[in-house]
């Protein structure tokens, strides 16, 4: 997949962990879209849940039937509440890239927010992405201050003899529409069986290793640190993961911690992951995490000794577990 964006820095983890440099591009991907005749996907597309992906699996396939290249346009930034995106700019990438999508479009939102939905047609849709078909989902607004839904965006590419593709609601095995929302809600419950069951993948975490304060090497549990993101994170606590590091073929497992670390320092916010059979350094390089469970929840102990006690137990918990897991995704398989 390619990319077309004004600041490369959302996409940096994306990149790195792909080592796809040359991807990103923004001037001469900008030129080839406008060679090519396009189908365009518009949406939001948090999380990239099982809904979304229906969508980009129809787009993809008219795509590759008509010889045409697929671009998801979608902003950069989110207008309103950037905690509760379940995404960052590198996840969402990541995941678009596994549907098979060619070019991923990030707008700065601030650029189109006054255009009307005429303008959003005429200066995005055909004079910068060529597009000949356009995907979207039932409750897809446009427009300045949401002026545009989905009957003005079939009426104004009808004029401009451009195909419009409207994805109805896509229900869970309950009768119940799939959404980011009710994804965001799971994910605070730490009902990953749930979370996982809507995405069609599990909650995913991207990121560069960082320096941290290395007590976890001290007391013999050592982690890879990452940025604590403007997005969305289960309640604070230990969970078992799987891992997958930046240039390196193997999956691991491990157990990550999310919250404060009440214990030895209060008020600052840390992801932290010990990786099992893993010892090597990689600051600096990303990695890829995916949620499987919730272990327990955060704890302040009355000693490091006891800490260190407790994340033995977890830690034994989780290898425990592991062969589960393995034994789940073959099945699923």
């Known amino acids: 997949m390619k990319f077309i964006t004004e600041n490369l820095s959302d996409i940096k983890d994306i990149v790195e962990y792909n080592d796809d440099l040359e991807s990103v591009d923004s001037d001469k991907n900008l030129k080839e879209i406008k ?84 303008e959003f047609v005429e200066k995005v849709l055909v004079d910068i992405l060529n597009a000949t078909e356009v995907y979207c989902g039932f409750n897809f607004t446009f427009g300045k201050e949401k002026s545009g839904n989905t009957d003005t965006l079939e009426k104004l590419l009808t004029e401009k003899n451009i195909k419009l593709n409207v994805q109805e609601p896509i229900l869970d095995e309950n009768g119940e529409i799939i959404s980011s929302t009710r994804v965001r809600n799971y994910i605070k419950e730490g009902n990953f069986e749930k979370v996982r069951k809507l995405l069609g993948h599990n909650f995913i975490i991207l990121g560069e290793v960082i320096y941290g304060k290395q007590l976890g090497r001290v007391i013999g549990f050592p982690t890879a640190n990452l ?72 704890k302040k102990f009355e000693s490091v000794d006891e800490l ?26």
């Not at 939001?44 to 795509?63: E, P, R, S, W, Y």
């Not at 940025?227 to 969970?239: A, D, H, L, Q």
């Not at 932290?272 to 990303?286: A, L, Q, R």
Request: glycine share 6%; net charge positive; proline share 2%.
């Open 35 to 118: 060679r090519n005749k396009n189908i365009v996907i518009l949406g939001n597309f948090d999380g990239v849940h099982i809904g979304h992906q229906i969508i980009l699996q129809k787009a993809v396939k008219q795509a590759k039937e008509k010889n045409l290249k697929t671009i998801v346009y979608t902003f950069r930034e989110y207008p309103k509440n950037q905690q509760t995106k379940i995404t960052t700019c590198s996840e969402k990438a990541y995941l678009l890239n596994e549907n098979g999508i060619d070019y991923l479009y990030l707008e700065q939102f601030e650029k189109v927010r006054n255009y009307t939905p005429k």
């Open 227 to 298: 940025r604590f993101e403007n997005k969305i994170y289960p309640e604070f606590g230990v969970y078992g993961v799987k891992i997958c590091i930046q240039d390196d073929e193997k999956v691991y497992n491990g157990v990550m911690n999310i919250g404060r670390n009440p214990t030895v320092d209060v008020g600052v916010l840390s992801v932290e992951t010990n990786i099992f059979d893993f010892n090597e350094d990689i600051y600096g390089k990303v990695i890829f995490i995916e949620i499987l469970e919730n272990i327990r929840h955060e």
């Open 308 to 333: 260190k006690e407790q994340i033995g137990k977890d830690v034994s918990y989780w290898k425990n577990k592991i062969s589960y897991w393995r034994k789940k995704y073959q099945k699923e398989k």
